[in-house]
């Protein structure tokens, strides 16, 4: 089993930076995937961002692209997820998640966080 704690959100301006932390423990195999996705009100889930635990393989949706950067600590079990030029239309709930497979981020994830609620306002 894995768990995982989310935290670093807040209220921002639009242009802002917010870098959220995800804290993991357990184990979810030998390899993993770790993403972020986010959840805005009366919309549905969506994929953000996620790196591969060995390798630092990474992908991002293309809202975030060049401004989003997904990283790992590997010696403290941490996932960050940096965000910057921050839009109004980034504000959602955002949940960190863990796969155990290799190496796919557009896949299943099999454990979530409880999220972390983003603000940015205009």
């Known amino acids: 089993q894995v768990q995982l704690v989310e935290s670093g959100g807040g209220l921002v301006q639009a242009g802002g930076s917010l870098r959220l932390s995800c804290a993991a423990s357990?184990?979810?195999?030998?390899?993993?995937?770790m993403g972020w996705f986010r959840q805005a009100p009366e919309k549905e889930r969506e994929f953000v961002a996620a790196?591969?635990?060995?390798?630092?393989?990474?992908h991002y949706a293309d809202s975030v692209k060049g401004r989003f950067t997904i990283s790992r600590d590997r010696a403290g079990n941490t996932v960050y997820l940096q965000m910057n030029s921050l839009k109004p239309e980034d504000t959602a709930v955002y949940y960190c998640?863990?796969?155990?497979?290799?190496?796919?981020?557009?896949?299943?994830?099999?454990?979530w966080g409880q999220g972390t609620q983003v603000t940015v306002s205009s």
């Open positions: 998640a863990c796969a155990a497979n290799y190496w796919r981020p557009r896949g299943e994830y099999d454990y």
């Open positions: 357990g184990r979810a195999g030998s390899t993993f995937t």
């Open positions: 790196i591969s635990w060995s390798h630092g393989f990474t």
